[in-house]
């Protein structure tokens, strides 16, 4: 098993900055992609951003120029700066990685979400 646990987020007005950080531990074998998704009530959960073992990002056209995702492999880290924040940035963002343990295939897991409330 994978077991992800988040940090960083809060409450902050718009306009502000938050970093918000994953750690990702157990018998993991590999890991490919991590990344932060995002859940606003009564929405679907979208991705936010990703990056690939070897450094490629994705991010959605509602954060591009905004907010920054890096990893660190050895430490089995992955962080999203988040600058320029806006009230529609509030929700609950989820940790995500895709993963390969000692005893299980490749796999999906998830962290237990961490609140982001931007104020107006």
């Known amino acids: 098993q994978v077991q992800l646990v988040e940090s960083g987020g809060g409450l902050v007005q718009a306009g502000g900055s938050l970093r918000l950080s994953c750690a990702a531990s157990g018998s993991i074998f590999s890991i490919n992609t991590m990344g932060w998704y995002r859940q606003a009530p009564g929405k679907q959960r979208e991705l936010v951003a990703a990056i690939t073992s070897g450094g490629a990002t994705n991010y959605a056209d509602s954060v591009k120029g905004r907010f920054t995702i890096s990893r660190d492999n050895a430490k089995n880290t992955v962080h999203l700066q988040m600058n320029s924040l806006k009230p529609e940035d509030t929700a609950v963002y989820y940790c995500?990685?895709?993963?390969?343990?000692?005893?299980?295939?490749?796999?999906?897991?998830w962290g237990q979400g961490t609140q982001v409330t931007v104020s107006s």
């Open positions: 995500n990685t895709f993963a390969r343990t000692v005893l299980r295939p490749w796999s999906d897991y």
